[in-house]
T-cell receptor
Framework: AQTVTQSQPEMSVQEAETVTLSCTYD???????LFWYKQPPSRQMILVIR??????QNATENRFSVNFQKAAKSFSLKISDSQLGDTAMYFC????????????FGKGITLSVRP | KAGVTQTPRYLIKTRGQQVTLSCSPI?????VSWYQQTPGQGLQFLFE???????NKGNFPGRFSGRQFSNSRSEMNVSTLELGDSALYLC???FGTGDHEQYFGPGTRLTVT
């Protein structure tokens, strides 16, 4: 079974600064997907970024980028030029492949962006 | 294109009752997954339906069940409600089974008293 660990429950960052959210996971599989989802207060969860395990290149989406370390089973999210709208709960998720595939989520981290 | 919709958005039920929640996926999406979100346990996978068939099931008691219709709309049912069933129930749709690029609905907030 897969596990996803987000050890920091809360973080705070000044507007326009950069912040990194940590995530580690445990799996015996070689092929899988990793995701960061964002859940703003009282709003629906949206996909921020996706990484395929077979790709060595780290995924980027505008101000969001990941540092994927497969051997270390680490998958951190870097948010550059933080904006007030980035205030949300962020979930790291692991997606296995094949039969019985599903998403396994970490506990989440609450990120507050200060003006 | 319309997003994932869930009805009702809020629900208050009494212990012992049963409840049915509905989810309409994005047009063209055939897979619907359900999750339970609580402060203590976080997001936990309930089940996934694809082409009207349950493809995967999480570690929840048999009181939790679901189904999917030919138009891909899905319902989940919880029977004999317990206080611990109070949670935000999220539905997510994707194009195919095993496609983890899931799009989430706003959720149904269930309160059991």
């Amino acid at each position: 079974a897969q596990t996803v660990t987000q050890s920091q429950p809360e973080m705070s960052v000044q507007e326009a600064e950069t912040v990194t959210l940590s995530c580690t996971y445990d799996t015996s599989e070689n092929n899988y997907y990793l995701f960061w989802y964002k859940q703003p207060p009282s709003r629906q969860m949206i996909l921020v970024i996706r990484q395929e395990a077979y790709k060595q290149q780290n995924a980027t989406e505008n101000r969001f980028s990941v540092n994927f370390q497969k051997a270390a089973k680490s998958f951190s999210l870097k948010i550059s030029d933080s904006q007030l709208g980035d205030t949300a709960m962020y979930f790291c998720a692991f997606g296995n492949t094949g039969a019985n595939s599903k998403l396994t989520f970490g506990k989440g981290i609450t990120l507050s962006v200060r003006p | 294109k319309a997003g994932v919709t869930q009805t009702p958005r809020y629900l208050i039920k009494t212990r012992g009752q049963q409840v049915t929640l509905s989810c309409s996926p994005i047009s063209g999406h055939r897979s619907v997954s359900w999750y339970q979100q609580t402060p203590g346990q976080g997001l936990q996978f309930l089940f996934e339906y694809f082409s009207e068939t349950q493809r995967n099931k999480g570690n929840f008691p048999g009181r939790f069940s679901g189904r999917q219709f030919s138009n891909s709309r899905s319902e989940m049912n919880v029977s004999t409600l317990e206080l611990g069933d109070s949670a935000l129930y999220l539905c997510a749709s994707s194009f195919g089974t095993g496609d983890h690029e899931q799009y989430f609905g706003p959720g149904t907030r269930l309160t059991v008293t």
